[in-house]
């Protein structure tokens, strides 16, 4: 009997091994075993290395932002967004080197715009992986995303702390399907033992007056240009409705009028919105917001900017007059990505595009069409992911 006992054990431990699968199989259709892999255990380490460093006033020193999945069997990375935010009175950027994938065209930090980066103490990595099959990230592995080379302006504390918001990835699943559902775990570098941790700000939105109509006593006949279309898009998709505010300079509430734009061969877009206005004296801001864009705020009648999106002004500088107003604003690009119009551009603006890659019907296109070339496709995905960084409207 005693030499049964192992045996007997043996076949036991099958019985009830072979019971529960049975029981999984008829009941649970086997979803308990896939359950144990599901996205909240999908996490995403980052970190610097090295994460803390002694610099003399004008030394350099190279740091490595890194990533570490710890998803069975690793991620496929697509895409990726991280915000980083110095303080540009203690540290520069002297250099960015992108190890997975490379720099979004035009929306990516690169050292071409290092200039833009150090007066406004924000990095804005935007990564694209360009293959269909995305770059391997082992799992477990820290795996070199970002190399930054940063300079201490006079040899004072810093830090730069990205935290989970400051990081987005666009991850390849089964079926070639995106996915941004990673819960992303900061990093922290500090310069000289540390400074405070600089974060953007946000401030609270006035309530527009709406006088808007066709024929008001002011016209603005306003030229426009939006971010990702160049070129003129087929008559189906040349045609926007673009909300216009006028606040005139000290009054806290704006006047807000919609108008029907059009654009040229060159991607600029024209058209008019009207104003009753019982006076047309003081200075003026207007605000420009299109039906998948951001909102942004102008201050001067012929504005310009060298890197895309980075005009930005306070003082209200613009004169109207009763009648027709013509303002010449397309040397400025309005950026995309609000595409539900709710004022911030979120992961529900992500997922609008992430469910809709691949179609050309007219209702998936009028949301989710952001460059206007009759498809939902990486390049509206690639928008998107860009205006992560920017985030809110204007005000
Ligand atoms: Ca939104
Ligand atoms: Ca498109």
Same mark, same amino acid.
């Given at each position: 009997?005693?030499?049964?006992?192992p045996?007997?054990i043996?076949?036991?431990?099958?019985?009830?091994?072979?019971?529960?699968?049975?029981?999984?199989?008829?009941?649970? /259709?086997?979803?308990?075993?896939i359950?144990?892999?599901?996205?909240?255990?999908?996490?995403?380490s980052?970190?610097?290395?090295?994460?803390?460093?002694?610099?003399s006033?004008?030394?350099?020193?190279?740091?490595?932002?890194?990533?570490?999945?710890?998803?069975?069997?690793?991620?496929?990375?697509?895409?990726?967004?991280v915000s980083?935010?110095?303080?540009?009175?203690?540290?520069?950027?002297?250099?960015?080197?992108?190890?997975?994938g490379?720099?979004?065209?035009?929306?990516?930090?690169?050292?071409?715009?290092?200039?833009?980066?150090n007066?406004?103490?924000?990095?804005?990595?935007?990564g694209?992986?360009?293959?269909?099959?995305?770059?391997?990230?082992?799992?477990?592995?820290?795996?070199?995303?970002?190399?930054?080379?940063?300079?201490?302006?006079?040899?004072?504390?810093a830090?730069?702390?990205i935290?989970?918001?400051?990081a987005?990835?666009?991850?390849?699943?089964?079926?070639?399907?995106? /996915?941004?559902?990673?819960?992303?775990?900061?990093?922290?570098?500090?310069?000289n033992?540390?400074?405070?941790?600089?974060?953007?700000?946000?401030?609270?939105?006035?309530?527009?007056?709406?006088?808007?109509?066709?024929?008001g006593?002011?016209?603005?006949?306003l030229?426009?240009?939006?971010?990702?279309?160049?070129?003129?898009?087929?008559?189906?998709?040349?045609?926007?409705?673009?909300?216009?505010?006028l606040?005139?300079?000290?009054?806290?509430?704006?006047?807000?009028?919609?108008?029907?734009?059009?654009?040229?061969?060159?991607?600029?877009? /024209?058209?008019?919105?009207?104003?009753?206005?019982?006076?047309?004296?003081?200075?003026?801001?207007?605000?420009?917001?299109?039906?998948q864009h951001?909102q942004?705020?102008?201050?001067?009648?012929?504005?310009?900017?060298?890197?895309?999106?980075?005009?930005?002004?306070?003082?209200?500088?613009?004169?109207i007059?009763?009648?027709?107003?013509?303002?010449?604003?397309?040397?400025?690009?309005?950026?995309?990505?609000?595409?539900d119009?709710?004022?911030?551009v979120?992961?529900?603006?992500?997922?609008?595009?992430?469910n809709?890659?691949g179609?050309?019907?007219?209702?998936?296109?009028?949301?989710?069409?952001?460059?206007?070339?009759?498809?939902?496709?990486?390049?509206?995905?690639?928008?998107?992911?860009?205006?992560?960084?920017?985030?809110?409207?204007?005000?």
């Amino acid at each position: 009997m005693k030499k049964e006992m192992p045996r007997l054990i043996i076949i036991f431990l099958v019985v009830i091994g072979l019971v529960f699968w049975m029981w999984n199989y008829l009941f649970l /259709s086997g979803k308990t075993a896939i359950k144990s892999r599901a996205t909240d255990e999908s996490i995403l380490s980052l970190s610097f290395n090295p994460n803390a460093s002694t610099l003399s006033t004008g030394q350099e020193m190279e740091t490595t932002l890194k990533i570490k999945p710890t998803v069975e069997g690793g991620i496929l990375v697509r895409g990726y967004l991280v915000s980083l935010f110095f303080d540009k009175t203690k540290l520069q950027l002297k250099n960015i080197e992108y190890k997975i994938g490379g720099a979004s065209p035009d929306l990516g930090a690169t050292n071409s715009s290092l200039s833009t980066i150090n007066g406004n103490g924000v990095i804005r990595l935007v990564g694209e992986v360009t293959t269909p099959t995305g770059t391997a990230v082992a799992k477990d592995v820290d795996t070199e995303l970002v190399k930054l080379k940063f300079s201490s302006v006079n040899g004072q504390g810093a830090t730069i702390q990205i935290g989970r918001a400051d990081a987005k990835f666009y991850i390849l699943k089964a079926e070639a399907v995106l /996915s941004d559902g990673m819960s992303i775990d900061g990093a922290k570098i500090d310069f000289n033992g540390g400074g405070a941790i600089i974060t953007p700000g946000i401030t609270g939105a006035p309530n527009p007056t709406t006088t808007g109509g066709t024929s008001g006593n002011v016209n603005l006949n306003l030229k426009l240009k939006f971010q990702g279309i160049s070129g003129k898009p087929a008559d189906s998709q040349n045609s926007m409705a673009v909300k216009v505010k006028l606040k005139k300079e000290g009054e806290t509430n704006p006047s807000e009028a919609t108008g029907v734009f059009s654009a040229d061969t060159s991607g600029v877009w /024209s058209g008019k919105a009207s104003f009753n206005l019982s006076s047309v004296s003081g200075k003026y801001l207007i605000y420009i917001k299109g039906p998948q864009h951001i909102q942004k705020k102008f201050c001067d009648s012929a504005p310009s900017e060298n890197n895309a999106g980075t005009y930005s002004c306070a003082n209200a500088n613009i004169s109207i007059t009763v009648g027709d107003n013509n303002l010449d604003f397309s040397k400025v690009m309005v950026l995309s990505g609000d595409l539900d119009q709710n004022g911030v551009v979120d992961s529900v603006d992500i997922s609008i595009v992430r469910n809709n890659l691949g179609k050309t019907d007219t209702a998936t296109l009028t949301k989710a069409d952001v460059n206007r070339d009759g498809r939902v496709d990486t390049q509206d995905f690639s928008l998107i992911l860009a205006a992560l960084a920017v985030r809110t409207d204007e005000l």
